[in-house]
């Protein structure tokens, strides 16, 4: 827990009850926090029979991470290399699940062609970085110049930004969860900011988000959201627990993104979901942990793969 992104933060908030709850399960538990030294004591990991994994963000989400924990050898939980490489890149992501999910029209945008993406990009629209998490650097956009000022203040923190068409409509999770080594998903969460939209700060202060679950949907739209969500997490790979965002409009999902490593924070909406489901905070954990030693995301590297054939 912990890292070195800007969800800092959030990751040990995250990682704090989850070693709490794990504790109340009755594991024995080190919390970690992941430092940018972490990479001189990889041996130290290798005493463990799970690592679990709730570093968002920046080399904690994005493959990094992944990569060095399938050096290491122990089971980790969330998905693979692969996986978390092509989620968190919300780019590579959009073009990966298009042809399966109705994405909103998105242009990946630099310094070379912001200004021809200024200029014509319809309105109103979306101005996000292309790789990061909790709403971190994301603006709406209603004019000319409300877009300008977004796209240059997120060209100077990255190099890339996604600028999207900008859909008005239920905002809804979907989380999935490994149960038995097969995806479930659990109930669709209905998410009403009271802000413009769901923010890092509506995301993280008690009181700025009503939750509805289940979301408002009618049966037939419900069965559509979680179908394509479930063909989403299938052909991205995902392992273990992972969340899928969107809008639904006029009985339409659009697909915003995917969340491999979703907080888990007393206000995170994959332990909203579970609850729904009839899963406590700390079962919802266990389970997580469990599904990592059985069914590892990387079985090549893992050393329980003896253990546990397929």
């Known amino acids: 827990m912990g890292g070195i992104s800007k969800e800092r933060e959030i990751s040990l908030r995250s990682g704090k009850r989850i070693v709490e709850a794990l504790r109340r399960m009755g594991h024995l538990v080190d919390g970690i926090d992941v430092r940018a030294d972490v990479i001189y004591n990889l041996t130290e990991l290798r005493r463990y029979d799970v690592l679990f994994n709730i570093l968002h963000g920046t080399f904690g989400e994005d493959g990094r991470m992944q990569a060095i924990l399938d050096m290491v050898g122990v089971p980790y939980t969330g998905s693979g290399v692969e996986t978390s490489v092509i989620a968190f890149d919300k780019y590579l992501c959009n073009l990966f699940v298009e042809d399966i999910v109705k994405v909103p029209e998105f242009v990946l945008t630099t310094i070379e062609n912001a200004q021809e993406v200024i200029d014509n990009f319809h309105l109103p629209c979306v101005v996000k ?34 600028v999207q068409e900008y859909v008005k409509g239920q905002e809804v999770t979907i ?45 037939n739209i419900t069965k559509a959201v979680e179908d394509v969500a479930l063909k989403i997490y299938k052909k991205l790979g995902c392992k273990h627990f992972a969340r899928i965002d969107g809008i639904v409009k ?41 599904e990592a030693y059985m069914n590892p995301a990387t079985r090549e ?10």
């Open 129 to 162: 970085p292309r790789s990061e998490g909790s709403s971190i650097g994301t603006h709406i956009c209603f004019d000319r110049y409300d877009l300008r000022k977004a796209v240059e203040e997120e060209l100077r923190n990255y190099r890339f930004v996604l």
């Open 175 to 219: 989380s999935i969860i490994d149960i038995n080594g097969q995806p479930v998903v659990l109930p669709i969460l209905e998410l009403r900011p009271k802000k413009l939209f769901y923010d890092y700060e509506a995301k993280y202060t008690d009181g700025l988000t009503e939750f509805v679950i289940p979301a408002e949907l009618d049966e």
């Open 250 to 290: 006029d009985g339409v999902f659009h697909f915003l993104e995917v969340n491999t490593l979703p907080g888990m924070t007393e206000l995170s909406d994959l332990p909203m979901s579970a609850k729904a489901y009839g899963m406590s905070f700390e079962e919802l954990v266990e389970n997580i942990a469990r």
């Open 301 to 310: 590297w893992s050393g329980r793969v003896d253990v546990h054939p397929a």
